[in-house]
């Protein structure tokens, strides 16, 4: 309406054929700015929502389904955690009660090593009292085969054996035993005289 009432003027005026033709070329930019304001005005919308596509989404923010996921994960993870924690405690009751059954077997231990150090301490006291009995008699018992006469000694001497009878004769004074020796038969004379050698010889020299 407004360029047809310019026409209009423009004719009462006498502007004439080229009054139109600038008419024309004023709406014909007129038509062709519009029509590329519009054609801005969707390429703009279309980068707009291009960008929108290719914009990368926020990795914490899930969807309704992965957050139930989600959810679901943590408490499987969160009954593993107990479960597991559950395990560690009831190793640690077996571990502690292993330890008081380790203390207590370690503790009768003690007391029976004590205990058995005390019986041997009694039981070598008591050896030695009889090791020193037996010294005492093999000393009195000596001291009488010494005091007989060398033929009576001699008889109860043959009567012996060998290795007993030269124990008595190794512990007598030579001459009773050299007496002793000589009222004795040969070949009995000769296995004490031997036996007494091979102590002889086994006895240590400095």
């Known amino acids: 309406m407004k360029l047809f009432k310019k026409r209009k003027a423009l ?78 405690k009831e190793q640690e009751k077996k571990i502690e009660m292993r330890s008081k059954a380790l203390a207590v077997a370690d503790e009768e231990i003690t007391k029976r090593l004590a205990a058995l150090e005390q019986a041997e301490n009694a039981l070598r006291e008591t050896l030695s009292l009889a090791d020193g009995a037996a010294e005492g008699d093999l000393a009195r018992l000596t001291a009488v085969y010494e005091s007989m006469k060398p033929k009576d000694a001699a008889a109860l001497f043959g009567a012996m054996e060998p290795d007993f009878a030269a124990g008595f004769l190794g512990r007598m004074r030579p001459d009773a035993a050299a007496s002793v020796m000589a009222g004795l038969p040969a070949d009995m004379a000769y296995a004490i005289s031997v036996i007494l050698a091979g102590r002889n010889t086994k006895v240590p020299k400095s």
């Not at 004023?26 to 038509?31: D, I, P, W």
């Not at 029509?35 to 279309?46: D, L, V």
């Not at 389904?65 to 679901?72: E, I, K, P, Y």
């Not at 408490?75 to 924690?85: C, I, M, P, V």
């Open 11 to 88: 004719r009462k005026k006498g502007g004439g054929t080229v009054g139109l033709i600038a008419l024309l070329l004023v709406g014909s930019a007129a038509l062709r700015a519009g029509s590329e304001a519009g054609s801005a005005y969707a390429e703009a919308t279309k980068d707009q929502i291009r960008e929108t596509a290719e914009t990368p989404k926020d990795p914490t923010s899930k969807m309704p389904g992965q957050q139930t996921m989600d959810r679901s994960e943590m408490s499987n993870l969160l009954t593993a955690l107990l479960k597991r924690e559950m395990r560690v």
